[in-house]
């Protein structure tokens, strides 16, 4: 387990050596829920969603075509949002399963 | 046309809630009467049985493996095997064969109907169209022959059967839908059945609203519904919620069938509408399959929803 830590901490410290990663945002889907359900992040952020429940979810915003796979219990989904505005997305298996990102410009 | 008795309605939906005991319907003039079922499932009414019959399976969800059910290929074949008991003329899948809309879980799928001899009519559940063509494996299995997303109809024994889809198009904080394309071809198919024709009509979510907070409900159901309301006998069965409740609304029965492969709790009685973990000695008794016959002598339909189980074990 320890070298595994290691090699883990030297791939992350290349990573950050070559291009700094981008910030990123958890949401958690538990009890058919987005949580944080609303977030607001500056563009250019990695959005990452991981399911916590036993049955499957996914992630729709039909305006920028945003569309993932099923998540499974305990799958994560990643997109990085550049474009600024307000989405409101949902999950296609249980469209009242709801949440907003917003998306603000970065200052120059 | 029949009255309806909202005291008559109160007992058949308690009724319709019992988790583990057969129960027993039957639909005269488009008003479901309950009549009591034996030991062994058999109808307490006499002889002269029509041959027609058939079985309703619902939610099979191929391919779940959590904590609620972790072989859901060994209940739907049991479930399987209840049916081939009835020996039904064909055969519902009401929606959800598989969990994730995968490939392989389709062909598991495939391979356990296969015990059916008779043929199975299907429509999709959500679960079914989750690939990335948005519904394509299922329909390239099951579409044939079918307009818009997987709608059609057929006539069997002087009933007509309507195959409702109301698992594409979905949106943030709705409902299911039909869609107005789909509205405008029941419409049209409709036009050539006479009112004292008794239709059944399977779909995949309730068609009326169950439990909106749950989503259990098709916003634009009554749009359906008003299209069927002048015939004297409406039979409305569909899966989704994996347990049975009943509703009756004037001459049209609601019907929702048990899953073979895990169970819901009950509308808002829980944090979510997710997979139920009971108890394994438990678990056939929340699992089963419906059947529909006429009723012996009278001219409607009658529904009987039998567990995998009875009382556990």
Same mark, same amino acid.
């Given at each position: $387990?320890?070298?595994?830590?290691?090699?883990?901490?030297?791939?992350?410290?290349?990573?950050?050596?070559?291009?700094?990663?981008?910030?990123?945002?958890?949401?958690?889907?538990?009890?058919?829920?987005?949580?944080?359900? !609303?977030?607001?992040?500056?563009?250019?952020?990695?959005?990452?969603?991981?399911?916590?429940? !036993?049955?499957?979810?996914?992630?729709?915003?039909?305006?920028?075509?945003?569309?993932?796979?099923?998540?499974?219990?305990? !799958?994560?989904?990643?997109?990085?949002?550049?474009?600024?505005?307000?989405?409101?997305?949902?999950?296609?298996?249980?469209?009242? $399963?709801?949440?907003?990102?917003?998306?603000?410009?970065?200052?120059? | 046309? =029949?009255?309806?008795?909202?005291?008559?309605? &109160?007992?058949?939906?308690?009724?319709?809630?019992?988790? +583990?005991?057969?129960?027993?319907?039957?639909?005269?003039?488009?008003?479901?009467?309950?009549?009591?079922?034996?030991? +062994?499932?058999?109808?307490?009414?006499?002889?002269?049985?029509?041959?027609?019959?058939?079985? /309703?399976? +619902?939610?099979?969800?191929?391919?779940?493996?959590?904590?609620? =059910?972790?072989?859901?290929?060994?209940? #739907?074949?049991?479930?399987?095997?209840?049916?081939?008991?009835?020996?039904?003329?064909?055969?519902?899948?009401?929606?959800?064969?598989?969990?994730?809309?995968?490939?392989?879980?389709?062909?598991? &799928?495939?391979?356990?109907?296969?015990?059916? *001899?008779?043929?199975?009519?299907?429509?999709?559940?959500?679960?079914?169209?989750?690939?990335?063509?948005?519904? *394509?494996?299922?329909?390239?299995?099951?579409?044939?022959?079918?307009?818009?997303?997987?709608?059609?109809?057929?006539?069997?024994?002087?009933?007509?059967?309507?195959?409702?889809?109301?698992?594409? =198009?979905?949106? &943030?904080?709705?409902?299911?839908?039909?869609?107005?394309?789909?509205?405008?071809?029941?419409?049209?198919?409709?036009?050539?059945?006479?009112?004292?024709?008794?239709?059944?009509?399977?779909?995949?979510?309730?068609?009326?609203?169950?439990?909106?907070?749950?989503?259990?409900?098709?916003?634009?159901?009554?749009?359906?519904?008003?299209?069927?309301?002048?015939?004297?006998?409406?039979?409305?069965? =569909?899966?989704?919620?994996?347990?049975?409740?009943?509703?009756?609304?004037?001459?049209?029965?609601?019907?929702?069938?048990?899953?073979?492969?895990?169970? /819901?709790?009950?509308?808002?009685? #829980?944090?979510?509408?997710?997979?139920?973990?009971?108890?394994?000695? /438990?678990?056939?008794?929340?699992?089963?399959?419906?059947?529909?016959?006429?009723?012996?002598?009278?001219?409607?339909?009658?529904?009987?929803?039998?567990?995998? &189980?009875?009382?556990?074990?």
């Amino acid at each position: $387990m320890q070298w595994r830590m290691t090699l883990a901490a030297v791939a992350l410290g290349l990573s950050a050596a070559v291009t700094a990663a981008p910030a990123e945002q958890i949401i958690e889907i538990k009890d058919y829920q987005f949580v944080p359900q !609303d977030v607001t992040v500056p563009a250019g952020t990695k959005l990452t969603w991981v399911n916590k429940d !036993d049955a499957p979810h996914n992630i729709v915003q039909k305006d920028i075509k945003l569309r993932s796979t099923a998540l499974d219990t305990g !799958d994560a989904w990643s997109f990085v949002v550049n474009e600024s505005g307000t989405y409101t997305y949902f999950c296609s298996l249980h469209p009242e $399963m709801t949440g907003t990102i917003t998306v603000e410009a970065r200052q120059q | 046309m =029949n009255e309806f008795d909202p005291k008559r309605r &109160a007992t058949l939906q308690c009724m319709g809630m019992m988790a +583990s005991a057969g129960v027993l319907w039957t639909l005269v003039g488009g008003v479901p009467r309950a009549i009591a079922a034996d030991s +062994s499932h058999q109808p307490m009414t006499g002889a002269g049985a029509s041959p027609f019959t058939f079985g /309703q399976i +619902s939610d099979t969800h191929i391919g779940f493996n959590k904590a609620a =059910n972790p072989e859901p290929d060994k209940t #739907a074949r049991e479930a399987i095997a209840r049916l081939q008991q009835l020996k039904p003329g064909f055969v519902l899948h009401t929606g959800d064969i598989t969990q994730l809309s995968k490939t392989e879980e389709f062909d598991t &799928a495939a391979s356990l109907m296969q015990d059916i *001899k008779s043929r199975t009519f299907y429509v999709p559940g959500e679960h079914d169209v989750l690939d990335e063509g948005g519904g *394509k494996l299922y329909l390239e299995r099951y579409g044939k022959g079918s307009k818009g997303n997987g709608w059609y109809s057929f006539d069997d024994h002087g009933v007509h059967f309507v195959a409702l889809v109301n698992v594409f =198009n979905l949106e &943030a904080g709705h409902m299911a839908k039909l869609g107005s394309e789909q509205i405008a071809w029941l419409k049209d198919d409709l036009r050539g059945v006479g009112n004292s024709t008794p239709v059944v009509v399977f779909t995949h979510i309730p068609l009326w609203t169950v439990y909106e907070p749950w989503g259990w409900g098709t916003e634009d159901g009554d749009q359906a519904l008003a299209l069927l309301r002048s015939y004297g006998s409406v039979t409305v069965l =569909n899966g989704h919620i994996h347990q049975v409740i009943q509703k009756v609304e004037g001459d049209i029965t609601f019907h929702t069938a048990r899953s073979t492969a895990f169970p /819901q709790p009950a509308p808002g009685k #829980a944090a979510s509408p997710g997979p139920m973990a009971v108890p394994a000695e /438990q678990l056939r008794s929340y699992l089963g399959i419906t059947e529909v016959k006429p009723a012996p002598g009278l001219p409607g339909l009658q529904l009987l929803d039998t567990a995998l &189980a009875r009382n556990g074990g």
